[in-house]
């Protein structure tokens, strides 16, 4: 039963460009979440994808956007990059209907931005 | 904006002894769930603990939480070279926003 998977590991990027990362949900799993981790913090969330369609949303600008695909993997699309934006972004997944049960991370995409 | 902070920040051991870390949160729950974190790696599911519990074991973890204080605390017995690692409680806040808020961490060191 494979875990949670993400794409790429890791990936450079200069200011101003854009770039898309992607997730697939653990098996079973239905609800997908992207968070922000900074070095030396606390994963921060960014917001969550169900049914296709963005549930709920953290503090972050809408040049972070995102989509989730019939079979329920997802991707973070992220335009005009920042230096700022420079983290590792970590995909979860839940099963929808069993509100309080685990979310199960990702490998996270390691983005640097030059 | 935070909701958790764990406590310490940072801890030492020697291979053998217990550790302790304790998160501290502002809002009702649903639940808390405690993650660790290799090297800036993924996160790795250690436990959940329901609002509704006051204690939950899983091999050598030991989690409590206390509602009324909102906290809850980890607790690693018998730790070994390999329990190095970055530890963080998230909190499933009982509005059904869906979202887990994570505090800063503790970084926990064991020397062998």
């Known amino acids: 039963d494979a875990g949670v998977t993400q794409s790429p590991t890791h990936l450079i990027k200069t200011r101003g460009q854009q770039v898309t990362l992607r997730c697939s949900p653990k098996s079973g799993h239905d609800t997908v979440s992207w968070y922000q981790q900074a070095l030396g913090q606390g994963p921060q969330f960014i917001f969550q994808?169900?049914?296709?369609?963005?549930?709920q949303r953290g503090n972050f600008p809408d040049r972070f956007s995102g989509h989730q695909f019939p079979n329920y993997s997802s991707e973070l699309n992220v335009n005009a990059l920042l230096l700022g934006d420079s983290a590792l972004y970590l995909c979860?997944?839940?099963?929808?209907?069993?509100?309080?049960?685990?979310?199960?991370f990702g490998p996270g995409t390691r983005l640097t931005v030059l | 904006s935070q909701q958790g902070e764990e406590d310490p920040q940072a801890l030492s051991i020697q291979e053998g002894e217990n550790a302790t870390m304790n998160c501290s949160y502002k809002t009702s729950i649903n639940n808390l769930q405690w993650y660790r974190q290799n090297s800036g790696r993924g996160l790795v599911h250690l436990i959940l603990i329901r609002s509704n519990e006051r204690e939950k074991h899983s091999g050598r973890l030991r989690v409590t939480l206390d509602t009324s204080k909102k906290s809850s605390s980890l607790l690693i017995t018998a730790s070994r070279a390999a329990d190095t690692a970055s530890y963080f409680c998230?909190?499933?806040?009982?509005?059904?926003?869906?979202?887990?808020?994570f505090g800063s961490g503790t970084r926990l060191l064991v020397r062998p």
């Open positions: 994808y169900y049914e296709e369609e963005e549930r």
């Open positions: 979860a997944s839940r099963a929808t209907g069993k509100m309080g049960d685990e979310q199960f």
């Open positions: 998230a909190t499933d806040a009982a509005d059904s926003s869906y979202k887990l808020i």
